[in-house]
């Protein structure tokens, strides 16, 4: 089973940016799907960005388009989430996961997954 460490969380001004990182554990995950997700207080978790790069395809949640951008570095094993001109609802926890088979839209639109412990991220003045 795929194990991820995310990292790169902050807390941050409204406007500003951070990335966040994303490491599986495992070196043959090239071939799956690795999403975004995020889990605001009192909220479920919802996705935000997937990508399956075998396909060259993405997707974004509509609230984080032209702001958010996935990308993966597949010889490091590492999905990356620049986060641009933040704004307070984006206030979570973020976590990514990953899927075998599910499209990129299939799987940004699931709610579970085996999560991690995630990375927090606060947008505040």
């Known amino acids: 089973q795929l194990q991820f460490v995310e990292s790169g969380g902050g807390v941050v001004q409204p406007g500003g940016s951070l990335r966040l990182s994303c490491v599986a554990s495992?070196?043959?995950?090239?071939?799956?799907?690795i999403g975004w997700f995020r889990q605001a207080p009192g909220k479920e978790h919802e996705g935000v960005s997937c990508i399956r790069s075998s396909v060259g395809s993405i997707v974004y949640a509509d609230s984080v388009k032209g702001r958010f951008t996935i990308s993966r570095d597949n010889a490091k094993n590492t999905v990356y989430l620049q986060m641009d001109n933040l704004k307070p609802e984006d206030t979570a926890v973020y976590y990514c996961a990953a899927d075998p088979w599910r499209t990129t839209q299939a799987m940004c639109a699931m709610t579970k997954f085996p999560w991690g412990r995630g990375t927090q991220v606060t947008v505040a003045s």
């Open positions: 495992v070196i043959s995950y090239n071939n799956y799907a």
